[in-house]
């Protein structure tokens, strides 16, 4: 049974934390532009290979549903996203990728999920979260995209579209995708509400996210020789020479 920041939670989190600035000192410091699409294409390889094998593995196992097997949930859906923005850099999209982002970060952190390791599913849940938000750091060293006030609105307006979207499919499907009919199960942000009013407030709390990572991004220090984020600062660590955000 899972127990979130138990111990095994705990050194999960430590082994991605630690792969994952492993990959990025390597990418800012020593990989070659030839090693930096290499490691691109195994991320985008990766997060959509992770998606196939999920799949198939879940059939095998019996366990294949479409009322909750779907890559319907924010973090399904961003698996796509964030490989079509690693491939094509666009800038219309990766707002809403690094956005979206958000899930990923919370569902290593209180996870909805009942297996505990050596499980596949707890391996292939935290694998695919944490290489999405890989994805996404990986683009905010080597390229010069950044969410702008206005393309952080239009991911909210997008965020609310897709909601209704998905609402409309839970409603056919009989499904709780992106859990908008009850909360999942395990230890997680949603259990802290009560149940009548979570999603008002999960939807609240995810807005004002959005707005904190855009600051993450932009919030200027004082007296830096630089105008940049605070995030993108402690990037700059990993990187031969700052990335300006103006």
Same mark, same amino acid.
Request: glycine residues 8%; aromatic residues 14%.
């Given at each position: 049974?899972?127990?979130?920041?138990?111990?095994?939670?705990?050194?999960?989190?430590?082994?991605?934390?630690?792969?994952?600035?492993?990959?990025?000192?390597?990418?800012?410091?020593?990989?070659?532009?030839?090693?930096?699409?290499?490691?691109?294409?195994?991320?985008?390889?990766?997060?959509?290979?992770?998606?196939?094998?999920?799949?198939?593995?879940?059939?095998?196992?019996?366990?294949?549903?479409?009322?909750?097997?779907?890559? #319907?949930?924010?973090?399904?859906?961003?698996?796509?996203?964030?490989?079509?923005?690693?491939?094509?850099k666009?800038?219309?999209?990766?707002?809403?990728?690094?956005?979206?982002?958000?899930?990923?970060?919370?569902?290593?952190?209180?996870?909805?999920?009942?297996?505990?390791?050596?499980?596949?599913?707890?391996?292939?849940?935290?694998?695919?979260?944490?290489?999405?938000?890989?994805?996404?750091?990986?683009?905010?060293?080597?390229?010069?995209?950044?969410?702008?006030?206005?393309? #952080?609105?239009?991911?909210?307006?997008?965020?609310?579209?897709?909601?209704?979207l998905?609402?409309?499919?839970? #409603?056919?499907?009989?499904?709780?995708?992106?859990?908008?009919?009850?909360?999942?199960?395990?230890?997680n942000?949603?259990?802290?509400?009560?149940?009548?009013?979570?999603?008002?407030?999960l939807?609240?709390?995810?807005?004002?996210?959005?707005y904190?990572?855009?600051?993450?991004?932009?919030?200027?220090?004082?007296?830096?020789?630089?105008?940049?984020?605070?995030?993108?600062?402690?990037?700059?660590?990993?990187?031969?020479?700052?990335?300006?955000?103006?």
């Open positions: 049974m899972f127990d979130t920041f138990g111990s095994q939670h705990l050194l999960t989190l430590a082994i991605i934390a630690a792969l994952q600035i492993g990959v990025l000192v390597y990418t800012g410091k020593f990989a070659s532009e030839k090693g930096k699409n290499i490691i691109r294409w195994i991320v985008v390889l990766g997060l959509l290979g992770h998606e196939a094998i999920r799949h198939i593995y879940f059939a095998f196992d019996g366990r294949w549903d479409y009322h909750t097997i779907l890559p #319907l949930h924010l973090c399904g859906l961003n698996v796509f996203l964030a490989a079509y923005v690693l491939l094509t666009s800038r219309r999209a990766y707002p809403v990728a690094y956005f979206w982002t958000i899930g990923a970060i919370h569902s290593i952190l209180t996870p909805s999920i009942t297996d505990s390791f050596p499980s596949y599913y707890y391996i292939e849940y935290f694998f695919g979260h944490s290489l999405t938000i890989l994805g996404i750091l990986f683009l905010i060293i080597t390229s010069d995209l950044r969410p702008t006030f206005r393309s #952080l609105n239009i991911a909210i307006i997008v965020s609310f579209a897709v909601i209704g998905i609402g409309a499919v839970n #409603l056919i499907l009989d499904a709780n995708y992106m859990y908008l009919r009850y909360p999942p199960e395990g230890d942000l949603a259990q802290l509400f009560p149940d009548g009013n979570y999603l008002v407030i939807i609240l709390v995810g807005i004002i996210h959005f904190l990572f855009y600051l993450l991004l932009h919030f200027d220090l004082p007296e830096s020789p630089i105008r940049c984020g605070f995030l993108s600062l402690l990037l700059d660590l990993v990187v031969h020479s700052p990335l300006p955000l103006r």
